[in-house]
């Protein structure tokens, strides 16, 4: 069922995610919640008006809970959105309303929901297109979309060419059917598949003018409630299974506990269906008459979601984080959301390019969702702040594999980079040195460390005697480790199978040539590492070893 279901929970639904109020100026909030207000219209005229889902349903909840928040944190800049199913409605009534659904936020709202109420069932939210279908004397009269919940428009024409929708049926009374129309997949497995479009191919076919055999054969029909049926659950499923509607009666089943209810929702999030779902509907088998509905969220069903797949995050800050050998990593740091139990307050982008693409700023907001269930990634920016902050960002000319060997303006990223490489296990291997202890020291060399002595290391902020005893011998351990593992740490590029013993005034006598006849190397790599030896920055760096007695050097 898809995001016009009611959002009278929502207030409830997304509380985990609220973020604490911005800090706007009166005229800035003006122009934000405008600007959302106007991003949400244009998504329900896409959604209701053009049979097209620009966003998830989870990310529009989110988005439209997002504009709550900030009307109540800006009161007085508060503005009227459009209503969400303003204009959605055709020229056909629905004559039994659609009602939508309330969410339920968790299982403590589940157990309260269910709590005094008794005669309960529990299907699949199957996410597709809504329906309404009218038999009478035993043949299809009409099929009439969700629309406004109170008029849709006339599918008929398309819906007798869908072979899921039967044709005819065998009673002569009137018969009105509430259901979904899904595009078929086989072994559909929600936890791993997501919706992947499918709500949108249902509602693509929907909304062309013709409907063709192949996608015809593709739509399938979940019959949901049956609103002028028996009282009963019970005998409403009967006559159901009796008309042919197996399928939708089969994942229509009684509902005890709670246990039972997260059981049913944990089975459907992982096992195959053959549509697409996004959490369970709870409903109690005994209801009102069909014709005192209306189109707003009954008390007698409601719905409880799957985890939700994306989070919408706000950006906090965007930085450039500068590796080893130059390469700039754009960091965006975000408003803390919580995805699959964990908290996710920072994502990399990957690489500069990918952020000169999306021109992520601080305030956008942006959807996040986890890669392989544990690595944080960015999939779209949602939208985008109306005020532009201006960044600096590094110049990639000037960060290279050569680059940033002392904490120069510009180059502490880099530089940090550079000692963690080389008291890392990559290089030296120091033990008890990490990020934290080079930052304390304060460095403003690589091997500036070399010279530091007990007494020295005492009197620097952080240290105390005894540590700075066990650094001194952690230090005192680098001289005893090999040449080649030294050019390691000092970032020599990668060599192939090019032989590096026979010490630095071997190696340094070796032109791009040479190293190239090596396997492994090629002709890029030969340039580097001749390079490497002749960059006046290394050469420092070999003197202060050789100054230190590093064998080899």
């Given at each position: 069922m898809p995001?016009?279901?009611?959002?009278?929970?929502?207030?409830?639904?997304?509380?985990?995610?609220?973020?604490?109020?911005?800090?706007?100026?009166?005229?800035?909030?003006?122009?934000?919640?405008?600007?959302?207000?106007?991003?949400?219209?244009?998504?329900?005229?896409?959604?209701?008006?053009?049979?097209?889902?620009?966003i998830s349903d989870e990310l529009y909840d989110q988005s439209r809970q997002r504009l709550e928040d900030w009307q109540a944190c800006f009161p007085a800049e508060a503005i009227t959105p459009t209503a969400q199913l303003q204009g959605a409605g055709g020229p056909v009534a629905h004559p039994v309303a659609q009602t939508g659904l309330a969410k339920l936020r968790d299982a403590d709202a589940v157990r309260t929901w269910m709590a005094g109420r008794d005669d309960l069932w529990i299907q699949p939210k199957v996410d597709g297109v809504a329906v309404t279908l009218v038999y009478r004397d035993g043949r299809l009269q009409?099929?009439?979309?969700?629309?406004?919940?109170?008029?849709?428009?006339?599918?008929?024409?398309?819906?007798?060419?869908?072979?899921?929708?039967?044709?005819?049926?065998?009673?002569?009374?009137?018969?009105?059917?509430?259901?979904?129309?899904?595009?078929?997949v086989a072994e559909h497995v929600q936890a791993r598949d997501g919706g992947n479009g499918l709500r949108g191919l249902a509602a693509g076919a929907m909304a062309r003018g013709t409907l063709d055999e192949p996608?015809?054969?593709?739509?399938?029909?979940?019959?949901?409630?049956?609103?002028?049926?028996?009282?009963?659950?019970?005998?409403?499923?009967?006559?159901?299974?009796?008309?042919?509607?197996?399928?939708?009666v089969a994942l229509t089943l009684p509902l005890r506990t709670l246990e039972e209810a997260s059981q049913w929702r944990e089975r459907w999030y992982h096992q195959p269906l053959p549509f697409a779902s996004d959490g369970v509907v709870l409903r109690q088998g005994r209801r009102p008459a069909g014709d005192s509905w209306i189109a707003e969220p009954p008390s007698w069903a409601a719905a409880w979601k799957y985890p939700p797949r994306q989070a919408l995050a706000q950006v906090r800050a965007v930085q450039f984080q500068i590796g080893r050998t130059g390469r700039i990593t754009p960091l965006l740091q975000l408003q803390a959301v919580e995805l699959d139990g964990r908290q996710v307050r920072r994502v990399s982008l990957g690489s500069l390019q990918r952020w000169r693409e999306l021109d992520v700023r601080p305030g956008d907001?942006?959807?996040?969702?986890?890669?392989?269930?544990?690595?944080?990634?960015?999939?779209?920016?949602?939208?985008?702040?109306?005020?532009?902050m201006v960044l600096q960002v590094p110049d990639p000319a000037?960060?290279?594999a050569l680059s940033c060997f002392r904490p120069t303006p510009g180059c502490a990223s880099q530089f940090a980079a550079r000692l963690q490489w080389l008291g890392?296990?990559?290089?030296?291997?120091?033990?008890?040195?990490?990020?934290?202890t080079w930052e304390k020291l304060q460095l403003q060399g690589l091997l500036d460390w070399l010279a530091l002595a007990d007494e020295e290391l005492a009197r620097r902020p952080g240290f105390g005697p005894r540590s700075a005893a066990s650094l001194s011998a952690s230090f005192a351990s680098a001289r005893q480790r090999p040449f080649t593992q030294w050019l390691r740490a000092l970032s020599l590029p990668p060599s192939g199978s090019a032989p590096l013993q026979g010490g630095w005034t071997a190696l340094a006598a070796r032109e791009a040539t040479d190293w190239?006849?090596?396997?492994?190397?090629?002709?890029?790599?030969?340039?580097?590492?001749?390079?490497?030896?002749?960059?006046?920055?290394?050469?420092?760096?070999?003197?202060?070893l050789q100054r230190s007695g590093i064998e080899g050097f």
């Open positions: 995001r016009w279901i009611a959002l009278s929970l929502l207030p409830f639904a997304f509380d985990c995610l609220a973020a604490p109020c911005p800090d706007w100026s009166a005229e800035q909030a003006r122009r934000e919640l405008a600007a959302l207000a106007a991003q949400l219209a244009d998504w329900d005229d896409a959604y209701h008006r053009q049979g097209r889902s620009p009409q099929a009439i979309s969700r629309g406004d919940g109170r008029s849709g428009q006339d599918w008929t024409a398309r819906a007798r060419l869908i072979g899921a929708i039967p044709q005819h049926l065998p009673r002569n009374d009137e018969l009105i059917l509430q259901g979904e129309l899904y595009w078929r996608r015809a054969r593709q739509v399938g029909l979940f019959v949901w409630d049956w609103p002028n049926g028996p009282a009963s659950m019970t005998e409403r499923l009967q006559d159901l299974r009796a008309m042919g509607f197996a399928d939708s907001q942006v959807a996040i969702a986890l890669a392989g269930l544990t690595i944080p990634r960015l999939d779209a920016v949602v939208w985008r702040s109306q005020q532009r000037q960060h290279h890392g296990k990559q290089g030296l291997a120091l033990p008890g040195v990490g990020a934290g190239d006849a090596y396997a492994g190397v090629g002709t890029t790599r030969a340039a580097q590492l001749a390079a490497f030896f002749r960059h006046p920055e290394v050469l420092q760096l070999r003197e202060q």
